[in-house]
């Protein structure tokens, strides 16, 4: 089970990262899929590079094969999609965006730490 933890927090790493080049190479569409349309270039630029950086904060863990480490970074990154949810909820942006993108996780991000932490 930890081995398939470890699977899955590698691949929420990757595809935060891909999410933060989205965000560097097509703001606009970006923003759309996150929930809350806006056309600020300079903010959208920063969200791609927070998206990135969360991204890569994982990889020391993962190639260490610290999967205690791995399970609080995780844990701790957690924070991310639900501020993300909380955003898109007070913004006026869809709920099924809100909910079903960055609830559902942050939700899977706490089952993969827990499973890490706990062992």
């Not at 995780?74 to 909380?86: E, I, R």
């Amino acid at each position: 089970m930890v081995i398939i933890a470890t699977w899955l927090a590698g691949l929420v790493a990757l595809g935060i990262i891909l999410i933060g080049i989205r965000f560097l190479l097509r703001p606009v569409a970006s923003a759309e899929g996150f929930g809350v349309p806006v056309s600020m270039n300079a903010y959208l630029t920063v969200k791609g590079v927070r998206d990135i950086t969360a991204g890569l904060v994982a990889l020391p863990a993962l190639v260490t094969g610290n999967q205690h480490m791995l399970g609080w970074l995780v844990l701790a990154s957690v924070f991310a999609p639900a501020g993300d949810m909380v955003v898109v909820l007070r913004n006026g942006g869809r709920r099924a965006v809100a909910f079903g993108v960055h609830g559902l996780t942050a939700a899977v991000m706490v089952a993969i730490a827990a499973v890490l932490i706990l062992g």
